[in-house]
């Protein structure tokens, strides 16, 4: 039996006539703090939130794939339910000390201020690293994406 990610992203994928028949689940914030995946949820879902950030070594530490022009997410909130369908339109590396106020200001966190973003960012980005035995510098590329929500439940 198909769970409700499977459903929607069916009849999503169908309704669009696309060819990728598989599909990621996707939430933002650490899955630990479920009041803060709900906050951001809600900015995505509200139109807020439009970009979202990670440190380059994120992906190479967890063997993950950079999010790339045309990936789609099933995008879950707090409790692990699907509530929408993103997709990825911009994915670029970016050096950290590079990243533009307007890419702060769409991430919809903090006070939206670049000197906000570089604050809260310079130390997340170094807690997500120090995980691998990494250090973070703000020489580092960090991957800037720019999200659409293209279906909401």
């Not at 990243?99 to 670049?114: I, K, P, Q």
């Amino acid at each position: 039996m198909a769970t409700t990610a499977e459903k929607i992203w069916t009849a999503f994928f169908e309704s669009h006539h696309l060819t990728n028949t598989t599909f990621q689940t996707r939430w933002f914030g650490e899955q630990s703090n479920p009041t803060e995946v709900q906050d951001l949820t809600d900015k995505i879902l509200a139109g807020d939130k439009i970009s979202t950030s990670k440190p380059l070594g994120y992906y190479s530490s967890e063997g993950e794939q950079i999010p790339q022009v045309g990936d789609y997410y099933v995008l879950l909130n707090a409790d692990m339910h699907p509530v929408g369908i993103i997709e990825t339109v911009v994915s670029e590396l970016v050096p950290f000390f590079r990243v533009s106020a307007e890419h702060a200001y769409n991430e919809a966190e903090g006070d939206r201020t670049l000197a906000d973003w570089q604050e809260r960012s310079k130390e997340k980005f170094s807690k997500q690293m120090k995980k691998y035995d990494r250090t973070f510098s703000t020489n580092d590329p960090v991957v800037c994406e720019e999200i659409k929500l293209v279906f909401k439940v």
